[in-house]
Each structure stands twice: as C-alpha cells, then as structure tokens.
C-alpha cells in the first residue's frame, strides 16, 4: 500500500546552515506529495506542495523537487534560520493522506 | 476567515468518561477528517466525512464515533475513554479528497487517567 518513509530525528544545525529532510514515497499512480510543519503547541500548517513528477514547491525559502524516478520528495532550505525550529512532516495524498513520522528540527544560534 | 477551529484545546478526563471534541470549518469544505497523533508516530485517521450525513472509518476507529449533520461541523465523541485514547486530536479539512491540501485546526490534547 501506499507509505511515505521519513528521515529521523531529532536534526539540530546551527543558524545559517543547510538543511535537507529525506523523504521516500511508494505508492501506485500519482500521488499529489506535501511538506507540513509543525510549530509548538500548534496544528500542522502547509508549508509546501507538489503534484506531478519534476514539479517544484517552494515557500519561505524552503523547496521540494517530486522525484518519480526516485520516488523522492526530499526537504531543502539554503539557510536556517532560529524561527525554522519545528517538526516538519512529509505526506502524500492520493485516495487518502499518508503522513511520515515527522521530523524535528532545532535551529542554534 | 478563521478555517478550522477546535475546542476544548486541552481536557484531563477520567478512565470510562466521555466527552466530545468539536470541530468547525468555514471554508465550505466537503471533506472533514480527525486525525490523532502520537508521539513518533505521525498522524493516523480516525474517521472522515465526504459531506453532510455521510462518514467513514479511517485506521484506528475503535472507541471513537462521529457525526456529520451540516458542512461546517464534524464532531468527535470518545466512548468510555481508555489511557490509549491520550493523544493529541487534530481535525482537518479540505476541498477535495486525495490529492488537494488539507487544512488543519489547532488540536486539542487529551489526557486520560
């Protein structure tokens, strides 16, 4: 069945540096793929999305290629800032949403 | 335009109580889900709602129930509550099923003792 396969946690960085979440699909068909992220203490808000193969998200200065060939949607950010610090979910959606297990981020001065 | 909206944000409840988490949306979204997540589990559905009067059993049904009598609201009633049901409860909704984003509300947490 579909899944969606998540880079573990906790990832710490310090301010300024790059950032990459792994995340791997296995579906049938065309899924539309998503990042979430998660503030503390808040729900999850959209923080990007992809629906075809070679389609690009971007948002905050975050991107997201849709990878087919590798069935990949891996998480990009040239440079972290403090207010990044988050939990950030990858998740596909085709008959329904599938979440990966998130992964938190922390961002030091 | 406050989207979806849940209450209580925080409730304590006692082995064998119930109690109901509301959900609302004003988006005019036909389809509403609840979710709960657990920690380094990401989120499981409980149940979802295609439109008014019409619902549906997601992953993890057991000991929860739902309703769905108009488009904004889509309520989540916890049967003689269980320390398994401590979680965080997320309720979402969205424009279309599958592929479009969902959005989701605040969450409430939920303790069972």
């Known amino acids: 069945g579909d899944s969606v396969t998540q880079m573990e946690g906790p990832v710490t960085l310090s301010e300024e540096a790059f950032l990459t979440i792994n995340c791997t699909y296995t579906a049938t068909g065309y899924p539309s793929l998503f990042w979430y992220v998660q503030y503390p203490g808040e729900g999850l808000q959209l923080l990007l999305k992809a629906t075809k193969a070679d389609d690009k998200g971007s948002n905050k200065g975050f991107e997201a290629t849709y990878r087919k060939e590798t069935t990949s949607f891996h998480l990009e950010k040239g440079s972290v800032q403090v207010s990044d610090s988050a939990v950030y979910f990858c998740?596909?959606?085709?008959?329904?949403?599938?979440f990966g297990t998130g992964t938190s981020l922390t961002v030091i001065p | 335009n406050a989207g979806v909206t849940q209450t209580p944000k925080f409730r304590i409840l006692k082995i064998g109580q119930s109690m109901t988490l509301q959900c609302t949306q004003d988006?005019?979204?036909?389809?509403m889900y609840w979710y709960r997540q657990d920690p380094g589990m990401g989120l499981k559905l409980i149940y979802y709602?295609?439109?008014?009067?019409?619902?549906d059993k997601g992953e993890v049904p057991n000991g929860y129930n739902v309703s769905r009598s108009t488009t904004e609201d889509f309520p989540l009633r916890l049967e003689l509550a269980a320390p398994s049901q401590t979680s965080v409860y997320f309720c979402?909704?969205?424009?279309?099923?599958?592929?479009?984003?969902?959005?989701f509300g605040p969450g409430t947490r939920l303790l069972v003792l």
């Open positions: 988006m005019n979204h036909n389809y």
């Open positions: 979402a909704s969205s424009y279309a099923q599958g592929r479009e984003t969902q959005y």
């Open positions: 998740a596909l959606g085709r008959n329904q949403f599938y």
């Open positions: 709602s295609v439109g008014a009067g019409i619902t």
